[in-house]
């Protein structure tokens, strides 16, 4: 563990040094996610000018839906730095033969392809979502428990496992496939889904959305659970959807394993 | 499966390969809009047989070329040996591992360098890649420090390291991915090409470098390349595989002796001869001014010779045997009849 660790630290000093190589780049990438950001902040804020809450009794009024919207920030610059870049490479790995050389490597080949290549400057979204997070909370009648502050962590966490699992369910099929351009275009169209409240997939279209999202493709247990957990009282309900991110969690982790397995043991490579 | 009981007389191989084959199912993509809209529902495909049963053993400390023409198979066997793809059907072992179980403890032992891939940081010096090879392979800073100062000594590239990869040319780039695949001292290396696009100095300094180590670390190397020139300066030992299968297997001298039955007599003469004067000792297949070029038969040589030396004015004289690249394009040119034959119906 110690030496996956070292080994990571090395990986992200490396790519710190890279960014550093390339200052103005990376300034700008900082500038037009945080930018790209403040549109949708501010496009929330105008929602909000014509209704009080999203969906009847949900209790997402305006500042428990920003600690949503907060929170999902925090979950998706995680992701967007630890794991989305190294996957958006495997795609081109994959159709040069680059991946020869990360399986002569005495790692977890799992390890080495999805977290040899950290985007820093995605981490700048997750800081304004912990501001964002700090001002919906300063502002809400609601007080979060002690509970609900020790769970908020943990639920990110399990937000992450999820999506890492699914980026790493991508990977494997791209490995299957030769070539699977549409990772990025697939992981963007199934993600949307968890960026808005659970309630609002109602109705005959909404309810079966609501149903594969939840239970085949746990994508709603992201963002939802730890938003309710610190924005909302734990009640019977909440505490069941916790239970169910902490259960989804484990067996995305272990399903996406066991097919990222499968997957490599099929690699055909490419030709030199 | 790892093999620790050990022989007691003779010291077990560290490569033992038992029919392996490697089958590839690829998918034909027909021309035009029709056949393309077609081929999304139906595709034809058909199987290439990459490997065909190859089987061999290599001893500690040998350094064995593998050379064919393209598409021979030698870098899927190499693939293979790496653990990088499994195989369709067979056996190998190296270093008592079944290289597709990928232990740990095996990718420890061994390295792989490809001359047409880059495996160094793109943007970062090469001292970023080897400081992650140290973690990455375990090695203690004492080694890593001894260990790599040797081997850019060796190379004479201490100056390189510090320099973003993307800034160095082919052939510095080369010597740094050599010293990164050193840095764990292998038992066992993987070289695919090594030398290819490389200027002639940069591939004899390579040549003696790898003669070098490779001689001190006794380690065991497998070559795959198409100059003739690194395995006259590297091998004793030469496997040429055509269509996925072992064509010859022996020593550089065997080659030669097996398959040439001429030696290359080089004469420089104190005058222009015409061809007709030539014929009886030979077949002068190059005749540049006074300078003649004739393929001797070998039985004869010891008979021709003389009577040449009595009958022409000669200024210089040389006795060769064939140049390796002719005797091996003259295998790759079998072993393509070979294969052609068998797919005849």
Redesign the interface.
Known sequence: MN?YL??FA??AR?CL??DM??RANFLLECVTSMGWMSMNLAFYLLIFTFTPEIGRDTGWTREPFFAFVATGLIINSIVQALFMPSAEELTEMVR???L??V?????DPQFLLSMHRIDFSSFANGLVGVGLLGWALGRMAHVPSPVAWLLYPLLILCGVAILYSLIIMLAAATILLGRNQSLYDFWFYLTNFSRYPAEIYAGPWGGPIRMLCTFVIPILLVVNVPARAISQPLTGQAWGMIAAALIAAVVALVVSRIVFQAAI?????A?? | MHNSSGSESAPAPTITVANLAKD?RVYDKPEGLRASITSLFHRPSRLVEALRGVSLSVARGEFVALLGPNGAGK?TFL?LL?????PSRGTAHVLGYVP?E?A??F??R???V?G??N?L?W??PAA?SF??HK????IDTPRFERTRDELVDLLGVRKLILQ?VRELSLGERMKLELVAALLHEPEVLFL??PTIGLDVVAQHTLHTFLSHIQAERQMTVILTTHYMKDVAALCKRAVVITGGSILYDGSLEQIVDRFTTHKVVTLDLEGTPEPSQMDRFGFPYEIRGPQVKLRIDRQRIADVLPEILRSQQIRDVSVEDVPLEEIVAELFRVGADRQAAEVRP
């Open positions: 030496r070292s080994i090395t990986f490396a040094v890279r190589t390339f040069t033969g680059g020869d050389g399986l002569v490597q005495p790692l043991m099929r690699y055909r490579s030709s030199s | 590839y870098t693939k790496s653990g990088i793809i499994t597709w990928r740990n403890d990718r420890r061994f390295a792989l490809m047409q891939r495996q940081w943007d970062l970023e400081r992650l973690e990455i392979y375990r973003p695919d090409e």
